[in-house]
């Protein structure tokens, strides 16, 4: 049990003594209850509510990943081994992943945006360095271009530069990285490497193979603007 002002501020919402303000003010719900009196303890699994919006005792972290190949979630490569390092506790990730893909994965302790993401995505830009079986003419190049595809809309594709004809890089919306691999299966040809390398504003420069670092303001307000 825990001071219901020490609750609130722990969220990073406000001070204690702001707390207190809002407390007083008939702003504050515990468990769908109005809780006017100071010094009211609650438990650290209560529903607390400011101003009808649900919080919890500690500040949201968002982390980007750049994650290597063959980390998954019930491995011996745990994917969050990765990110202990950062210490916090509740963070989910917010979006699946498979072995084979690479690159960025978004992490949070935000249950809200990690319960909307999945559905937000596909109205965010993502970039991809991906690697075929088989190299492109030119003029597949172009068919895929000029495809039309259900959930998945290409903005650009091009031959990545000073590599081979089997290296491209696709700028596209889409929801699920499936609908990239069934892109290139209907054309006879397989991924052999999916990375992810850019979504929305968010770059993996700087940023080595299996490294993570904390979001800026910037990304957070993009990510949560969706």
């Not at 702003?27 to 649900?54: A, F, M, P």
């Not at 992490?107 to 492109?136: A, E, M």
């Not at 190049?141 to 290409?154: A, H, P, R």
Request: charged share 30%; net charge positive.
């Amino acid at each position: 049990m825990i001071r219901l002002n020490k609750f609130i501020s722990n969220s990073g919402l406000c001070t204690r003594r702001e707390a207190d303000d809002y407390i007083i003010d008939g702003r504050v719900h515990v468990d769908n209850q109005i809780v006017t009196t100071l010094g009211y303890k609650v438990s650290i699994d209560s529903e607390i509510r400011v101003d009808n919006k649900i919080i919890v005792p500690y500040s949201f972290q968002y982390i980007v990943l750049n994650k290597p190949v063959d980390f998954n979630f019930n491995s011996k490569k745990n994917i969050f081994d990765l990110i202990k390092s950062s210490e916090i506790d509740n963070l989910g990730l917010l979006e699946m992943v498979k072995d084979d893909f690479k690159g960025l994965v978004l992490f949070s302790n935000d249950n809200g945006l990690n319960t909307s993401f999945p559905f937000n995505v596909v109205r965010i830009k993502q970039l991809f360095h991906i690697t075929l079986k088989k190299p492109l003419t030119t003029q597949k190049l172009k068919y895929f271009q000029e495809k039309s595809i259900e959930n998945l809309k290409i903005i650009s594709i091009n031959f990545v530069n000073d590599a081979k004809k089997n290296e491209i890089g696709l700028e596209l919306f889409t929801s699920s990285h499936s609908y990239i691999k069934n892109l290139f299966e209907d054309a006879d040809n397989e991924i052999i490497s999916l990375d992810r390398v850019m979504i929305g504003s968010i770059t993996k420069k700087n940023l080595k193979r299996g490294k993570w670092r904390f979001l800026n303001k910037k990304e957070i307000i993009d990510l949560k603007s969706l």
